[in-house]
């Protein structure tokens, strides 16, 4: 007998959106996973990985693995999974390489299961394999995925999850090919912010959801200001400062670090601009001498979709 298989698209997603660390997130169109998942009966969890990141396949370790060991450990049932996962998008990038294989692995368990668990219900699970990728149960890239475009989490614990309307801005982004750890990434962090800092951060984030939702590009442009993370995170991304200055100088909104880093995004109103913003990152990159790549691309709303089901 054929078992019930699905196949979906598993979006990048930039956290934080500049000021919102930890509680914003925007999903993208490029780049993205692929995953294949297989309903099988002996209740374990198999995971094939075909691109060369040596990825762990033990399920309790992989991003994907471990959010299913969730699901399957509250059903009681003889079930298992066979996951295929086709990663593009490269782990330690910043783009939310781990958020995608755990936002994808329970998107289509649930729909091969029948649609049983809400979407808030999802990102609980999801956030287990963020904790096996990197140690902490981060919520804001699995949130963007599974919802699609941008997401606040206005709290954690309990989770309160706000999707947030926006405009169809164009974001270029570009990877660095360096690899930056987000637990190191947040290691660097300081533990306690200036009230100062705290009080222009928490204008910022207002200030970013506000211009989303009222379509306000300029109130964008004024938001995309981080004063907590950038100043430490950036010293991790070579080029980074002169990224920033040469995008804005071609018209960009702004932008910053995406994730914990190395990659960089920007978002703009226009699609001459977002390519105008890609020239300038890679003539900056190409004169360092340091493989990139990069994207201009749209936000997706759609987040995780199912692209073919057998069965
Ligand atoms: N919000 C997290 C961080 C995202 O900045 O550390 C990690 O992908």
């Known amino acids: 007998m054929q078992n019930k298989k699905i196949t979906v698209r598993c979006p990048a997603t930039v956290a934080n959106l500049v000021c919102g660390f930890d509680v914003l997130g925007m999903c993208i169109s ?33 991003a994907a693995g471990a959010p299913l060991l969730e699901i399957l450990s509250g059903l009681n049932t003889g079930i298992g999974f066979k996951i295929k996962i086709t990663k593009n998008i490269k782990p330690g990038s910043g783009l939310g390489s781990s958020g995608a294989s755990a936002a994808g692995a329970v998107v289509a368990a649930d729909h091969l299961l029948g649609n049983i668990f809400s979407k808030a219900e999802l990102v609980r699970f999801a ?64 533990k306690e912010v200036l009230l100062t800092d705290a009080v ?33 995170r950036s010293k991790l991304i070579p080029g980074f400062d002169e990224v920033k200055a040469r995008c804005m100088g071609v018209g960009v909104l702004g932008g910053g670090i995406s994730g914990s880093g190395p990659s960089v995004f920007m978002l703009s109103k226009d699609e001459a601009t977002a390519k105008a913003a890609e020239e300038e990152m890679k003539n900056i990159y190409n004169k360092l001498s340091l493989p990139h790549y990069t994207y201009v691309t749209t936000i997706n709303h759609k987040g995780v979709e199912i692209i073919k089901e057998s069965i």
């Open 30 to 62: 490029d780049p993205f996973d692929i995953m294949e998942l297989e309903l099988t009966d002996d209740g374990k969890i198999f995971i094939q990985e075909t691109s060369c990141y040596c990825l762990p396949t033990d399920p309790a370790l992989n």
């Open 127 to 190: 956030m287990a394999g963020e904790e096996a990728a990197c140690g902490a149960r981060i919520s804001d890239n699995v949130t963007a995925g599974i919802f699609g475009g941008v997401t606040l989490i206005r709290s954690n614990t309990p989770l309160d999850i706000v999707p947030i309307p926006s405009p169809e801005l164009f974001v270029t982004v570009v990877h660095p090919q360096i690899e930056v750890k987000t637990s190191y990434a947040r290691e660097i962090l300081k």
């Open 200 to 232: 222009k951060q928490w204008g910022n984030v207002a200030g970013l959801v506000a211009g989303f939702m009222k379509n306000d590009t300029g109130l964008i442009s004024r938001s995309l200001e981080d004063v907590i993370a950038e100043p430490l």
